[in-house]
């Protein structure tokens, strides 16, 4: 996977431990022998050992998780700097914050006043201030932050992973991290504890070319499995979105079927309704022309009362004009 062979490990003296006064009894699995005071590491171990680091790292960032770069010695800092970079993963180099892990609240804080006075120099064309004084002030501030804070700026969760180079220097780093239950992959001299290790490469973790070599393998493989993860992750992206479009045609066509049902059944409920209006309009039409003839009737049944009426008075009314016309020759005689 690495394709690093036992011949680079030699040319780049990750075979030399530390002086045998100051080993670690629990290296002695890892030591091959011992030369001029100097214990020389197992190299056979320590290909193999890397192959595990390199593919446990692989399967790490296949899973979408990322990697921490820690290394604060001189020599390794630009070099860890430059290949985290290279791969797109997080680094500290300068110095170990404590509570890094533990206390990732405080350091959220931090990370949010760096991010608030670069806001301040992008929005006043790289002024932090208009007086001197301040805007010195805020210049070593924010400096200060990206100095030590850069490398972890957009961490927003824990990783899924630390290397580590010099576990003794990183005590802290390394505490921390089995805290958290982080793994970790460290190259481990022979003056250190490998028991905190999950991944031990024992070697020589001093060495410029050392530090390079690993730096540079680990960097290779993750770079790789970006590609494949960012591949896979497209893929998964296309098949999530065919899912949802083939759901979404079943769902209208359900709702189509579930509309053409309700359609018809609509229609025979619209059709008994219109049969009911057209009952009920007949109904009232005939209940309007019953009125109607009615009051016609009524109308002509008063006229023929009216007209009746004249014609019952008017023998009423002669009879009485003929009788003191009988009466009259009765007084005549009497009057001769």
């Known amino acids: 996977m690495t394709e690093i062979t036992l011949k680079d490990l030699l040319d780049a003296g990750l075979h030399f431990g530390h002086q ?16 001029n005071g100097i214990h020389i590491v197992d190299l056979t171990q320590t290909i193999v050992k890397i192959e595990e680091a390199a593919a ?23 070099i860890v700097h430059q290949a985290a970079e290279d791969c797109g993963q997080f680094f500290m180099t300068t110095r170990w914050l404590g509570g890094t892990l533990t206390n990732n609240q405080t350091i959220r804080r931090s990370i949010r006043r760096m991010r608030q006075i670069e ?3 992008r929005n006043n064309n790289g002024q932090l201030s208009p007086f001197k004084k301040e805007a010195a002030s805020l210049r070593r501030e924010l400096d200060k932050l990206q100095l030590s804070l850069g490398g972890i700026a957009d961490m927003d969760q824990m990783p899924g992973a630390m290397v580590v180079f010099d576990i003794c220097r990183e ?14 992959v460290a190259v481990v001299d022979t003056n250190a504890d490998p028991d905190p290790i999950d991944y031990v490469i024992p070697g020589n973790d001093d060495a410029i070319r050392a530090i390079t070599l690993i730096t540079q393998a ?28 083939a759901e979404a045609a079943a769902l209208a066509a359900r709702r189509a079927a579930d509309r053409k049902e309700s359609g018809g059944d609509g229609d025979d409920a619209s059709e008994a309704g219109r049969a009911k209006l057209m009952r009920q309009r007949r109904s009232a039409a005939k209940a309007a022309q019953e009125a109607v003839a009615a009051a016609h009737a009524s109308i002509e049944s008063k006229a023929v009362v009216a007209a009746a009426a004249p014609a019952a008075a008017a023998p009423a009314a002669a009879a009485p004009s003929t009788a003191p016309a009988a009466a009259a020759p009765s007084t005549a005689p009497a009057a001769a």
Not at 20 to 35: E, L, S, V
Not at 60 to 75: D, P
Not at 221 to 245: C, F
């Open 171 to 184: 005590a802290i780093a390394v505490a921390e991290a089995n805290r958290m239950g982080i793994p970790i």
């Open 218 to 245: 680990f960097a290779k493989v993750i770079k790789d499995a970006n590609a494949e993860w960012s591949r896979l992750a497209a893929e998964r992206n296309r098949r999530i979105e065919a899912e949802r479009a």
């Open 20 to 35: 045998t006064r100051r080993w670690n009894p629990k290296m002695k699995p890892y030591i091959f022998d011992k030369r």
């Open 119 to 121: 806001a301040i120099g």
């Open 56 to 78: 446990f790292l692989r399967e790490t960032v296949l899973s979408g998780k990322k990697i921490l770069f820690v290394a604060t010695k001189r020599q390794a800092q630009d």
